[in-house]
C-alpha cells in the first residue's frame, strides 16, 4: 500500500518527536554527523573558493575569458545535471557506499584539478567533480534524514548539516583569497584533506547500508532522458548570454532540453519502478519547497555575483577585502543555523521559511543603498547581517520540509530533488540579473559604474517574493481541507 503523501507534519508538533517515544531508534551520534558535516563543508568550500582564484588562473594557463568561465560552469554542468541520478542511486545502491565512493572521486579529481597543465584539463577535472558532488550531496543529506529520527533530533542535526554549508561557502571565499596569494593550485587542492578525513572516518562511524533482500530494476530509460535533459538544461543556460537567449544555438539546447524531460514525464509515467514517480512530483509541499529553493539560491547566487562586482569595480577592494565582506554572512548564519532546526521543528518549518525569506527580501532591498561612496559599516554590514539571519532561517526549514512524510526508501530523490531546484535556480536567475545588468550598462554606455545594479537587484528581490509566495504549498492544510480537495 503506497504511503499517503499528504500526511500531517510531524515537524510542526513537538509532541511528536521521536525524542518522546521510549523505542525511538537511536541515531549514528555526534561524530558521524560530523562526518557529513565535514563532506558538506567541503562541498561548500568547493563553490566558493574558485571565484577569486579565476584571474591568477587566466594569467598563468593563457585561458580567454570565454573559456575561463567554464571552469565555474563545469561544475555546475555536472552538478544540477546528475543530482536525480545520484539520489536514486543512494536510495537503491546504498547510501553509505554511495557517499563513501563520490567523496573518494571527489578527492581524486581536486588532485587532477590542482596538477592541470592546461585549461582544457582543469575544466574536464571541474565537471567530474561537479558529478561526484551531485552523487554525495544526496547520499549525505539522506544519510542525515534516515539516522536521525523526524523532530527536534533531526531538526537538530540539519541545523548543524546547514552550518556546514554555510560556513564552508564563506571559508571558501575567504581561503581562496588566501591561498591564490600563494598559488591558485593551492585553491583545487583545499578539499583533499577534508575527503581524506572523512573517508577514514567515515568507514568506522557512519552505518552500514542494509543488505536488501532484492535489487530494484533501475530505470535506465528514465535516468539517460533526465540526466540528459537536466545537462542540456543547465548548458543552454550557461552558453545563453554569451551566444544570446534568442540565438539558433540556445534555442534549439532549450528545445532538446524541453524534448528530453517531457520524454521523461512519459517514461516516468508508464514505469512500473519509475526514477522519479510523478505523484511524488505533484505533491504540494514537495512542490512548494523545491519553488522556494529555486527563488532563495537564484537570488542568493545573484546577490553575491553584484555585490563582489560592486566591491571590486566600484569601490576598487581587492578579492581578500571582497571575501572579508562575506564572512558577517556566515558567522550570523553559523551561530544560528543549528538553533533554527529546532525552531522549525517547533513552530513549523513553512513559517520558519517564510520568516527567512522575508528577511532575505529586506537585506536585497537594503543594497538599492549602495553607492559609490558607501561604507562598509552603514551599507554593506547591514546587508550581510540581515542575509544571515535569513539564510540561518531559510536552509535547515528547507531541507525539513523536503523530506517530512518522504518513506525512507524515497530520501535520497527527496534530497536530490532539492539540491536539483537548488543548482538549476541559481543558474537561471543569475543569468536573468546578468542579462539586465548588461543591459543597463550597455544602454549608459559605461559612463555610470553602477548602471544596471538598481534593475538587477530588483530581479533579486522579485525573485525572494516569489519564493515567498510558494511557501503557501509548505503549509500543512488541516484535515477537513484535504478532504475537501
Known amino acids: 500500500m503506497t504511503p499517503r503523501t499528504d500526511a500531517p507534519d ?11 517515544l521510549p523505542n525511538a531508534p537511536t541515531a549514528p551520534g555526534a561524530l558521524a554527523l560530523l562526518v557529513l558535516c565535514a563532506a558538506h563543508f567541503m562541498d561548500a568550500i568547493d563553490l566558493s573558493d574558485v571565484g577569486v582564484a579565476l584571474p591568477a588562473i587566466q594569467h598563468d594557463l593563457g585561458m580567454t575569458s570565454a573559456s575561463l568561465q567554464w571552469i565555474v560552469s563545469a561544475y555546475a554542468l555536472g552538478y544540477g545535471g546528475f543530482l536525480l541520478l545520484g539520489g536514486r542511486a543512494a536510495d537503491l545502491l546504498g547510501r553509505r557506499r554511495t557517499f563513501m565512493a563520490a567523496v573518494a572521486v571527489f578527492a581524486a579529481v581536486s588532485v587532477l584539478g590542482a596538477i592541470a597543465p ?14 561526484a558532488a551531485g552523487f554525495l550531496a544526496p547520499a549525505a543529506l539522506s544519510l542525515i534524514t534516515t539516522g536521525w529520527p523526524e523532530g527536534p533530533r533531526r531538526g537538530r542535526a540539519l541545523g548543524w548539516y546547514a552550518t556546514a554549508g554555510a560556513s564552508g561557502f564563506v571559508s571558501g571565499l575567504v581561503l581562496g583569497g588566501v591561498l591564490t596569494e600563494v598559488s591558485w593550485r593551492l585553491v583545487f587542492a583545499l578539499p583533499v584533506p577534508i575527503a581524506i578525513a572523512a573517508l ?14 532484492a535489487r530494484e530494476k533501475t530505470d535506465v530509460p528514465g535516468a539517460l532522458t533526465a540526466t540528459g535533459g537536466l545537462v542540456t538544461l543547465v548548458y543552454a543556460i550557461a552558453q ?3 551566444h544570446g537567449w534568442g540565438s539558433v544555438r540556445t534555442v ?4 532538446a532540453a524541453a524534448l528530453l524531460l517531457a520524454l521523461f514525464l512519459g517514461i516516468e509515467a508508464r514505469s512500473e519502478r519509475p526514477l522519479v514517480p510523478l505523484s511524488f512530483l505533484t505533491r504540494r509541499r514537495t512542490a512548494g519547497t523545491n519553488l522556494t529553493i529555486f527563488a532563495m539560491w537564484g537570488a542568493y547566487t545573484s546577490f553575491a555575483f553584484l555585490a563582489t562586482l560592486y566591491l571590486q569595480n566600484v569601490l576598487h577592494w581587492t578579492p581578500l577585502q571582497t571575501a572579508g565582506a562575506f564572512v558577517p554572512l556566515g558567522l ?3 551561530a544560528l543555523a543549528p538553533f533554527a532546526g529546532r525552531l522549525a521543528a517547533r513552530f513549523g518549518a513553512h513559517r520558519m521559511i517564510a520568516a527567512g525569506m522575508l528577511l532575505l527580501a529586506l537585506s536585497y532591498a537594503l543594497f538599492f ?5 558607501a561604507s562598509f559599516l552603514s551599507v554593506v554590514l547591514p546587508v550581510m547581517v540581515l542575509n544571515g539571519l535569513g539564510t540561518a532561517a531559510t536552509f535547515p526549514a528547507l531541507n525539513m520540509s523536503a523530506v517530512a512524510g518522504v518513506p525512507d526508501r524515497d530520501q535520497g530523490l527527496a534530497g536530490a530533488l532539492l539540491n536539483t531546484s537548488m543548482q538549476i535556480g541559481g543558474a537561471v536567475v543569475l543569468a536573468v540579473v546578468t542579462a539586465v545588468v548588461e543591459a543597463g550598462q550597455q544602454a549608459n ?3 555610470d559604474p553602477l548602471a544596471g545594479y538598481a534593475p538587477g537587484t530588483g530581479v533579486i528581490v522579485a525573485a525572494v517574493l516569489a519564493g515567498l509566495s510558494a511557501t503557501l504549498l509548505i503549509r500543512q492544510r488541516r484535515p477537513d481541507e484535504r478532504n475537501a480537495t
Do not use: M, Q, W, Y
Open 10 to 20: 510531524p515537524t510542526h508538533d513537538p509532541s511528536t518527536a521521536a525524542d518522546a
Open 118 to 131: 592546461n585549461g582544457g584539463l582543469l575544466i574536464a577535472a571541474r565537471l567530474v567533480k561537479g558529478v
Open 200 to 213: 577514514i572516518a567515515g568507514r568506522r562511524l557512519l552505518p552500514v547500508d542494509p543488505p536488501s533482500p
Open 240 to 242: 545563453a548570454p554569451e
Open 252 to 255: 534549439i539546447l532549450f528545445t
Open 332 to 334: 550570523v548564519n553559523g
Open 369 to 373: 543603498r549602495i553607492g559609490p561612496d
Open 445 to 447: 554606455g559605461g559612463g
